[in-house]
């Protein structure tokens, strides 16, 4: 559509039979700066029309071939020609033609004969209210596309008729034609959510009585049960005495972004994992059951959880397995101490329970109202028993215990933090007494802590401060009496507490995963103490050093091994590893392919504390081993208990059977001596031979190579 303004001019079609009268047009239209084409019947314009594309369409009536009003029906069938301006002009004048020609499509009409400033003017005005009109349904179009990308609807509803009108758009976002729509208000409020519909409904009156400004979220209940959010806004439209004519507002589906809260809350206050509460989520709940039992006075419990040895699990069985161990133990967990179909109530009922996970294998538990301490006794046994039986995870049957710590407020503490430490210190202090027990805090525990923090402490600077020691006892051959090897046995020269043993630290460097370090440091240690004794021309012997569930199954263990050898230019074979059953048996083929590794390094192998754990002896075969080491437990009553000398016994038959070394630990007397040597055991190890002592009383000994008076070696 040209503009009647615009440098081009608009294209005007005259469509009339008579030849002069479109003389008369034409010459009238030009010399105002419009365009003319002509047609002498509706036939004849209707092609042109197809052509031209004109702006405006001047017409006869009574024409031959086809008529206006014919023509007129034409061009409204037409899709450019719904909207193209049409000036009927006929000398028909009564009022049934004129009503004819509107129905037929005219936009107006003009009597014969005219005065051409009349029909300049008439032509003038007829294409600024077209121009008008398509600009107003190009806006109201281009609104209706931005309203359907944007998913806005608009309304209007005028409260003295009670007329609610939506928009297109609106009605396709709540699912219903615009036709079926009730065209109420009430008709709007019945597809509002039964649970907003009060506050929607106050909302809009407040617009009325208050002149308040609704900007609402609520729920939207599509046809066919669905439903979704929407943010509603609307204001009133006031006339010249500030009374309220139209309500006028939008709705805008704000689904995505209702859905993008509750993922960011989520994540927020949610463990993604086993879905559980979170650190942030947990200690919000637990501030707001402190407000609670402080106004009415009530007890609450806080419960920290901790998985014994969930890391060796971790290790062992991949992160894979350590994950979904995690949410079975948290669908467990959450079993255990809920009453109700909801793990989480709201502290104002009679029982309350909020189970959460930390993070790793730590989950607290927050009991409030309880009548007394014992309650939450009662919910940690009914835990531990919950996870006493067996998980069954990629066909690993796999035990987790767990260890339990127990505040209660207000005598273990009365903020947030204060319960956590109070009932994260009493869960070590489960640790301590075994795993898979529940302790009360009590005040001594905390002095406990405060040790135990300063040893994790100490013990992240050991191997900096140079504060490890290897201490060596000696391993002799039962027939020649000779020293034939040592275990290297790890010391803590402390600063403060002077020479600790190994069972004074190591499990704090598991918990703190400092143990790969100390068993590196250690392994070096050793190799390096073994090839010193050798370049000082003493009878090489072997050293055996123990390695870890964690320093086993870490991906740098063989690399390790060759660096520690390659450094200090030992030979392989004077260097044995020593294992427990649990360590190769908790995944036997990565075992098997480890222990493969080693041996074609030259390593000797040996399964230290044997008879304690659980060794299949189809899997033990096809372990490359050199030794099995019989745990000291059976020698010290081999003398005493028939069925230990029975079991030793058995061990060493099936060692040999195997083509396997045998060594007895724990050998204290001459008569356990004799009676390992009757069952023609390998080698022994014990206090008859020596303890665990210095590398320089060991070097001694090497130089000395001879029997003690009497007994045998000389201490």
């Not at 994790?456 to 090897?485: C, F, M, S, W």
């Amino acid at each position: 559509m040209r503009e009647v303004e615009k440098s081009t001019p608009a294209l005007v079609l005259v469509v009339d039979d008579e030849a002069l009268a479109r003389i008369f047009v034409r010459e009238a239209l030009e010399q105002s700066g419009f365009e003319v084409c002509e047609a002498s019947n509706g036939a004849q314009a209707l092609d042109q029309f197809a052509v031209r594309r004109p702006d405006l369409i001047i017409m006869d009536v009574m024409m031959p071939v086809m008529d206006g009003f014919s023509a007129c029906t034409k061009f409204r069938e037409l899709p450019e020609g719904s909207r193209v301006p049409i000036l009927i002009m006929t000398a028909m004048d009564d009022a049934e033609s004129i009503a004819r020609a509107y129905k037929h499509g005219a936009t107006d009409f003009i009597p014969k004969p005219m005065k051409a400033t009349i029909l300049e003017h008439r032509v003038r005005y007829m294409l600024r209210g077209s121009i008008t009109l398509n600009a107003l349904l190009r806006s109201e179009a281009r609104l209706g596309l931005a309203q359907r990308i944007a998913k806005i609807g608009n309304w209007e509803w005028h409260p003295s008729t009670d007329h609610f009108t939506p928009s297109p758009e609106l009605c396709r976002l709540m699912g219903v034609r615009l036709q079926d729509f009730g065209g109420t208000k009430s008709a709007f409020l019945k597809m509002v959510h039964e649970e907003d519909r009060d506050r929607v409904d106050q909302a809009l009156n407040e617009i009325l009585n208050k002149r308040k400004p609704c900007d609402i979220d609520h729920r939207i209940v599509l046809p066919n049960g669905g439903e979704f959010a929407v943010n509603l806004q609307a204001e009133a439209v006031f006339d010249d005495q500030l009374k309220a004519l139209t309500i006028v507002g939008t709705a805008k589906d704000i689904s995505e972004r209702k859905r993008s809260e509750r993922e960011i809350h989520r994540l927020a206050y949610y463990d993604s994992l086993t879905g559980l509460p979170n650190r942030v989520l947990f200690k919000d709940r637990v501030t707001q059951a402190l407000a609670h039992a402080r106004r009415y006075q009530s007890t609450l419990a806080v419960l920290f959880l901790d998985l014994d040895r969930f890391k060796v699990i971790n290790d062992t069985l991949g992160h894979n397995v350590g994950d979904l161990l995690l949410k079975q133990v948290a669908d467990r967990l959450a079993d255990s101490v809920r009453n109700s179909d909801s793990v989480s109530r709201s502290v104002e009922k009679q029982e309350a329970h909020e189970l959460a996970r930390l993070g790793g294998d730590e989950f607290t538990v927050l009991l409030t109202n309880i009548h007394d301490a014992q309650d939450a006794g009662i919910v940690a046994r009914r835990i531990l028993e919950a996870l006493a039986r067996p998980f069954l995870i990629d066909g690993h049957e796999i035990t987790a215990t767990v260890s339990v710590g127990i505040a209660i407020f207000p005598t273990d503490g009365d903020t947030v933090d204060q319960l956590l430490k109070s009932s994260d210190i009493a869960m070590y202090h489960a640790k301590e007494q075994g795993r898979n027990n529940f302790q009360f805090y009590s005040a001594t525990m905390n002095v406990l802590a405060a040790e135990r923090l300063d040893m994790e402490n100490d013990l992240r600077k050991v191997l900096e401060r140079h504060e490890l020691l290897a201490y060596y006892q000696p391993q002799v051959d039962i027939r020649t009496n000779r020293i034939v090897g040592a275990e290297a046995l790890v010391r803590w020269r402390h600063p403060k507490q002077g020479m600790l043993l190994p069972a004074a630290f190591l499990p704090v460097a598991v918990d703190t995963g400092m143990i790969r370090k100390l068993d590196e440091e250690v392994l070096l240690m050793a190799c390096r103490q073994n090839k010193a004794w050798q370049d000082a021309g003493y009878t090489p012997i072997r050293v055996s050093v123990n390695v870890s569930n964690s320093f086993f199954h870490g991906a740098s263990l063989t690399s390790v091994i060759a660096k520690a050898l390659a450094e200090t230019k030992l030979d392989p074979a004077y260097l044995e590893l020593e294992l427990t059953e649990s360590i190769t048996m908790r995944h036997v083929e990565t075992s098997i392919t480890m222990l493969q590794e080693l041996r074609m390094m030259g390593v000797r192998l040996s399964i230290d504390d044997f008879g304690t754990g659980y060794s299949s002896l189809s899997h033990l075969q096809r372990f490359p081993l050199n030794m099995l080491k019989i745990d000291q437990s059976f020698a010290r009553d081999l003398t005493h208990n028939a069925a230990n000398a029975s079991i030793t016994r058995a061990i060493i038959s099936l060692a040999h059977s195997m083509n396997l070394s045998v060594l007895a630990e724990g050998v204290e007397t001459e008569k356990q001596l004799e009676l390992l040597r009757q069952q023609e055991c390998d080698q022994v190890q014990g206090h008859l031979f020596g303890p665990p002592m210095p590398a320089e009383e060991l070097e001694r000994l090497l130089a000395s190579a001879v029997p003690r008076k009497q007994t045998g070696w000389a201490a």
